[in-house]
Structure formats: C-alpha cells, structure tokens
C-alpha cells in the first residue's frame, strides 16, 4: 500500500510521465466481449508489449497537467503490479506506472479501477524502468480469461516467420478468358508494406462455382485457398484492401478483360465479408 504522501508526490511528477497515445481523441472504451477480431489484431499489432496487470493505485491528474484531453474525460495516474507478461520481448518489472484517459461515469465521478485486472497495450518508455505508454486511449482493456482465450493465437500469428504482411493495395490486375466459354482467370497481384509478392487467383470453369485463394510468396499458385475468417491472412485482406478495383491496376485495355477482372474482385471482396469494427 502506498502511503497518500507517497502518491501525492508521485501525483505531482505524473506530467512526465507519456501520456497516453493519441489520447486526444478519447474514444469510449470498448467491453472486451464485444470487441472483434480486427479489434485485437489492431490493438496487439502496434504495442510492443501486452501485460496482465492488477491496479493497486490510482490519481486522478488535475486538467493542467493533462493536454489534449477529451471532455467527458479524466487523465489518471495509476501504479500497477504486473500479473504475466503475455507478449513482448522486453522486460518488465513487478511495478508498472503509466497515465490512461478514462471516460467519466454517467454522474460525471471517475471509475474506480483500483484492485481490478486489466490487460495492457503498450511500450516501455526509455530510459525510466518501471514506466510505460499505452498505445492508445483504449489500450486499457479489463481483464476476461475469454479474451485472453481470442489474444493469444493472434499474438502467435503476428510474430511467426511466415506471418501474412500487411497490404497496402492492388498493384496489378489481370484476367484472361479460357478456351470455352465461361472459363477464365484472373490475377491480382498486391502491394504490401514490406514489397512482398502477393497474389490473388480466381478461377472459373465451366458448371463449377469459381474458385479463388492467396499465394503470400513469388509462386502464382492456382491451388492457393482462401483464407479463413478471423485469421490474420483474411484480416490482411479484409481490412485493407478496397471496396473496387482501381482503376490503374489494370493490365489490359481490352474492356471485356477489365470487366471480367473487376467482376472476380467484386467476388473476392463478397467472399471476405465485412471487416467489422467496434472500436472507434
């Protein structure tokens, strides 16, 4: 327990301590049972670190000291006690310190959080042990042992050697009709933020549904699948890739080519479905 002396000096040096990123913006806090999968790809992907912690303090940062908050909004000084690192490759102590934008109550009180489990996306603050920065306003997450359930495979696809890169866009789009009628095929081939091959292929053949799958390496492979819902090669897709093919991605000027080649990328962004978001 820390003494209130004690908190009210560590109170008055929480303006150096990094406030939480893009904490301006104040979004509300998602409830981690309804938050999606894009949700915690989004959340893990860009936090070095992903900590269960338990809240033993909490200060509440007076308004001067808390530029870019929102209003309806508290900034809080809180000092917690690291339960298990779930992700991250640097270390951590056993007391954590950091600052996180809170939305008021319907009273206008603030939460109290102490004693609650909380799960954590952020990064180590250099330079001052102990300390770290949410990644977000809503890096903040309670903790649900079905939520950790969800995290931990997206984790695990996230830092494997053969994990999907993030696709910036279509580079390229080709279609080319086969030797009977209602055969064709079509290639989409992806800009990524690595500059990785990527390849899209649907195939049409006569009295077969059309078939369509991702290569995430130089082979155009016809045999490629489609990705699963929830994975992080259909989040790649799903979320990044526009809702029509654009316009200088085609190869041919033919425009029964383009027209095929458009109408097989129609089909892939049917086939993926929505991207859905609770976050704001």
């Known amino acids: 327990m820390i003494r209130n002396s004690v908190l009210s000096a560590s109170l008055g040096l929480a303006f150096c301590l990094a406030a939480p ?19 915690l790809v989004e959340l893990a992907e860009s936090a070095p670190l992903v900590i269960r912690a338990q809240v033993t303090e909490q200060a509440r940062v007076k308004a001067e000291r808390a530029p870019g908050l929102a209003p309806g ?5 809180l000092e917690a006690r ?37 799960i954590l996306f952020a990064r180590p603050v250099a330079g001052r042990p102990g300390e770290i920065q949410l990644d977000s306003s809503e890096a903040q997450v309670p903790f649900d042992p ?4 969800r995290l931990r495979p997206i984790l695990a696809e996230l830092i494997a050697p053969d994990a999907p890169p993030p696709v910036t866009g279509v580079a390229e789009a080709l279609a080319v009709p086969g030797t009977l009628v209602g055969e064709s095929e079509t290639q989409l081939f992806l800009d990524t ?3 990785g091959p990527v390849s899209i292929s649907i195939v049409r053949r006569p009295g077969q549904a059309p078939r369509w799958g991702v290569s995430w390496s130089e082979i ?26 654009p316009a200088d991605a085609f190869l041919s000027e033919d425009r029964a080519a383009r027209a095929l080649a458009q109408r ?8 993926l479905g929505p991207c859905e978001r609770s976050r704001v």
């Open 73 to 77: 909004h508290a900034r809080l000084y």
């Open 220 to 245: 155009v492979d016809q045999s490629a699948t489609a990705p699963r819902r929830n994975t992080l090669a259909w989040y790649r897709l799903a979320c990044t890739l526009p809702a029509t093919l």
């Open 21 to 39: 990123v893009h904490a301006q913006s104040g979004p509300r806090p998602v409830p981690a049972s309804v938050m999606t999968y894009p949700d």
């Open 82 to 118: 690291t339960l298990s690192l779930i992700a991250g490759n640097v270390p951590v102590g056993e007391n954590l310190r950091y600052l996180v934008d809170v939305p008021l109550t319907a009273k206008g009180k603030v939460p109290k959080l102490k004693k609650q489990e909380v």
């Open 264 to 271: 097989d990328y129609a089909f892939v962004i049917e086939q």
């Open 146 to 149: 079905a939520l950790e359930v």
């Open 193 to 195: 933020a690595e500059n």
